[in-house]
């Protein structure tokens, strides 16, 4: 039509200036055009209903393919949390297994010991306190004498090689324990027996067994190994493994670090053993063959100790630079860095079959620390002076450390509530 209006147009600037035969076709084309115009203006309504249709129907078809889109999305986001959810409980299973493992070995000692304990209803025939009231024995009908911490109850020993009933026990000077059965046989027994030096490794200003100090020990889980560390400053990091029996060098593990050992460590299942050096490094090691198996680089100072979580998938180590670094023991990524020390962190430790570590410092403080997600559990106050070391007992309920001032502090993890304090012995006056 817009066409035809501009032939139109055209068409009127010619006549003008034409005849009347130009006027006549004009007018013709003029019906014509209107006659066009009238069939143009009947077919826009159904084609501009049809138009609008067709672009409703495509915002529809639009709108479904979002929501299929959408669709997709969600079910492929389903799917992988589900499989990350899978993942977990599988790792959290695999955890609980490693751990239930190593809780279960650690009371197998203690568990025949135990049963025999709780065997019988003996009849108690004697009972005694030791003179600072920290033991607490008794005899039985059973001729056995049960050892037991007295504020606690728990069960250190049961002696059960008496020949007859218990008639009398009680504690003697020196740490003895005095038992006399029914027939007056009398048995007397060290409860602190002195020690006896076994074997000696290496001989001093000698370094061809080890190489000047030897500042970091472990034995294997099972005791038949020994590991020691040692090396002289900036020149070599020495790590070597000795069989306990007799003393015996099993492996050299060479080249082990480029600068003094400070931290060694058997893997719970006693098939690695990590180290930390002076170098900055944490490494990984096979027992079998020495073979380094990944080392660890995020120290900025030495790396004072290290040591390894009980389901073997974890290590923490310790360093100079004044931070704890938490690292995946399966693929040697670190997890996180707890920071917050002013001094120095001297030593770190797990406790028991968890996450938790405890840390001691030169600033003079032992902490606990939750290595899932880097957080302080609390600060274990009465310290005086810089903290070397700190060690918890087999449950992780009770953590010893000491220090510079020579004392022994035992504190309760559960309450940070010091238990006691153990002071070197005074020297022998001349």
């Known amino acids: 039509l817009e066409g035809l209006a501009g032939l139109e147009k055209l068409l009127q600037e010619y006549v003008a200036e034409g005849s009347e035969n ?5 007018a013709q084309f003029q019906v014509t055009l209107q006659a066009a ?32 889109d959408d669709a ?18 599988v790792q959290a299973d695999q955890d609980l297994a490693a751990a239930e493992g ?43 004498i049960q050892l037991v911490d007295a504020s606690s109850g728990s069960l250190f020993v049961v002696f059960d090689d008496h020949a007859h009933p218990i008639h009398t026990v009680l504690f003697a ?22 020690w006896v030096l076994e074997r000696t490794i290496g001989q001093v200003n000698q ?31 020495e790590l070597k493994i000795w069989q306990v029996a007799d003393g015996q060098l099993v492996r050299t593990i060479e080249p082990a670090h480029s600068d003094t050992v400070f931290g060694v460590e058997f893997s719970p299942d006693g098939k690695l053993i990590a180290s930390s050096a002076a170098d900055r490094l944490v490494k990984i090691f096979q027992v079998a063959n020495g073979e380094m198996t990944r080392s660890f680089e995020g120290h900025t100072d030495h790396a004072l100790d290290v040591a390894w979580q009980a389901n073997g998938r974890r290590l923490v180590s310790a360093g100079a630079d004044h931070v704890i670094k938490v ?22 430790s797990f406790l028991g079959v968890g ?49 510079h001032d020579g004392v022994l502090r035992a504190w309760n993890v559960e309450d940070g509530e010091l238990r006691g304090s153990f002071a070197p012995p005074e020297a022998a006056q001349e």
């Open 22 to 26: 130009d006027q006549a076709l004009l």
């Open 37 to 68: 115009t009238s069939v143009a203006e009947a077919e826009k309504g159904p084609a501009e209903t049809l138009g609008a249709q067709l672009e409703e129907a495509m915002t529809k078809v639009l709108a479904a393919e979002k929501k299929k």
């Open 72 to 89: 997709l999305a969600a079910e492929k986001n389903a799917a992988a949390a589900v499989e990350k959810a899978k993942q977990k409980t």
């Open 102 to 144: 190593v809780l279960t070995g650690r009371q197998e000692s203690g568990k025949k010991t135990s049963e025999r304990a709780v065997a019988s209803h003996a009849q108690v025939t004697t009972v005694a306190f030791a003179p600072d009231n920290t033991y607490l024995a008794w005899g039985d009908t059973e001729r056995r």
């Open 173 to 194: 000077e020196g740490a003895n324990l005095v038992s006399l059965t029914t027939q007056g046989k009398r048995v007397v027994r060290e409860l602190q027996p002195q």
């Open 207 to 237: 370094s061809d067994q080890l190489a000047d100090r030897v500042l970091a020990l472990d034995f294997s889980p099972d005791g038949k190994l020994l590991a020691s560390g040692s090396g002289e400053a900036t020149r070599s990091g």
């Open 327 to 348: 690292w995946d023991a399966e693929t040697g990524a670190q997890q996180r860095t707890i920071s917050g020390y002013p001094e120095e962190i001297t030593s770190i």
């Open 355 to 403: 996450s938790q570590a405890v840390a001691t410092s030169g600033d003079s403080t032992i902490r606990l620390h939750n290595t899932d997600d880097g957080g302080e559990i609390r600060k274990l106050e009465g310290a005086e002076d810089f903290v070397y070391t700190a060690v918890a007992n087999l449950s992780g309920e009770l953590v010893v450390a000491g220090g």
